[in-house]
């Protein structure tokens, strides 16, 4: 009994999710449901399409103020280029909730982006539950400022399938948005562009990755060639755009001026 008295809370929170399905309150009562689950600092509900800007539809937690609309028009401006959740979505992913170690580069918390974007907005880690819909995906980011335990993520894998479903069915149940113009996604190829550096293809593609936040020997892996050719496209890359590291590097293309 003393078991089913704890559990009370959660299931009163799942029944105002399903009673909420459809309607505004919907994300509200999910996000609250999840966090007597497991503790987080910031929820963020975004539709993630290849090719297209990510349409960010609700966020709860983050900080408030101007800070928190400059960082998300930061992230739609080109930082969400650099998200791994984003490039999983877009390179294809299953439904189900996804670790930030699992989608990310092996050093991403090395990474500028994580460094100086991803660690103020988001936290030191996050997981998302991803359903596949109408050719996009739907992502229910949390994040939280220190990492979420083994024990944690298992509490949410409990409750994954229904909220999955709770996810796919609200949308259904959404009334029919107007056609909406979405912003064509750019690439960092585009970016680089700009300086009239003129560099190759594989400098281009070695950039990416160093932005990514992909060591040397994980580039290597990437494109098919020996570590030592990328650390000449690394030093190539970073002559022609006269720039001293990849913190410069993330600086000069993609930092908000």
Same mark, same amino acid.
């Given at each position: 009994?003393?078991?089913?008295?704890?559990?009370?809370?959660?299931?009163?929170?799942?029944?105002?999710?399903?009673?909420?399905?459809?309607?505004?309150?919907?994300?509200?009562?999910?996000?609250?449901?999840?966090?007597?689950?497991?503790?987080?600092?910031?929820?963020?509900?975004?539709?993630?399409?290849?090719?297209?800007?990510? =349409? /960010? *539809?609700?966020?709860? &937690?983050?900080?408030?103020? +101007?800070?928190? !609309?400059?960082?998300?028009?930061?992230?739609?401006? #080109?930082?969400?280029?650099?998200?791994?959740?984003?490039?999983?979505?877009?390179?294809?992913?299953?439904?189900?909730?996804?670790?930030?170690?699992?989608?990310?580069?092996?050093?991403?918390?090395?990474?500028?982006?994580?460094?100086?974007?991803?660690?103020?907005?988001?936290?030191?880690?996050?997981?998302?539950?991803?359903?596949?819909?109408?050719?996009?995906?739907?992502?229910?980011?949390?994040?939280?400022?220190?990492?979420?335990?083994?024990?944690?993520?298992? =509490? /949410? *894998?409990?409750?994954? &399938?229904?909220?999955?479903? +709770?996810?796919? !069915?609200?949308?259904?149940?959404?009334?029919?948005? #107007?056609?909406?113009?979405?912003?064509?996604?750019?690439?960092?190829?585009?970016?680089?562009?700009?300086?009239?550096?003129?560099?190759?293809?594989?400098?281009?593609?070695?950039?990416?990755?160093?932005?990514?936040?992909?060591?040397?020997?994980?580039?290597?892996?990437?494109?098919?060639?020996?570590?030592?050719?990328?650390?000449?496209?690394?030093?190539?890359?970073?002559?022609?755009?006269?720039?001293?590291?990849?913190?410069?590097?993330?600086?000069?293309?993609?930092?908000?001026?």
């Amino acid at each position: 009994m003393d078991a089913l008295l704890k559990e009370l809370p959660v299931h009163q929170g799942l029944a105002r999710v399903f009673a909420a399905l459809g309607q505004d309150g919907f994300w509200r009562a999910l996000v609250d449901t999840l966090r007597l689950l497991v503790p987080m600092d910031n929820a963020l509900v975004a539709v993630m399409r290849s090719g297209r800007v990510p =349409r /960010l *539809l609700i966020d709860f &937690d983050a900080k408030s103020g +101007a800070d928190e !609309h400059e960082e998300l028009a930061d992230y739609c401006a #080109g930082m969400y280029l650099l998200d791994p959740f984003y490039q999983a979505a877009c390179a294809g992913i299953a439904d189900g909730l996804h670790s930030l170690a699992a989608v990310a580069p092996d050093q991403f918390q090395q990474s500028e982006y994580y460094l100086s974007y991803f660690h103020s907005v988001v936290g030191s880690d996050e997981l998302q539950f991803m359903v596949n819909v109408d050719g996009a995906v739907l992502g229910l980011s949390l994040g939280r400022s220190t990492a979420f335990t083994l024990e944690e993520q298992g =509490r /949410l *894998l409990c409750v994954r &399938d229904w909220v999955l479903a +709770a996810m796919r !069915h609200h949308l259904q149940l959404m009334p029919p948005e #107007g056609p909406t113009a979405e912003a064509v996604a750019g690439d960092l190829a585009t970016l680089l562009d700009r300086f009239d550096a003129r560099l190759s293809m594989r400098e281009i593609e070695t950039a990416r990755l160093i932005l990514q936040g992909f060591s040397s020997k994980a580039i290597a892996q990437q494109l098919g060639i020996s570590p030592e050719t990328v650390k000449v496209h690394r030093r190539n890359l970073y002559h022609k755009l006269n720039v001293g590291g990849h913190g410069e590097l993330f600086a000069l293309v993609l930092q908000p001026r």
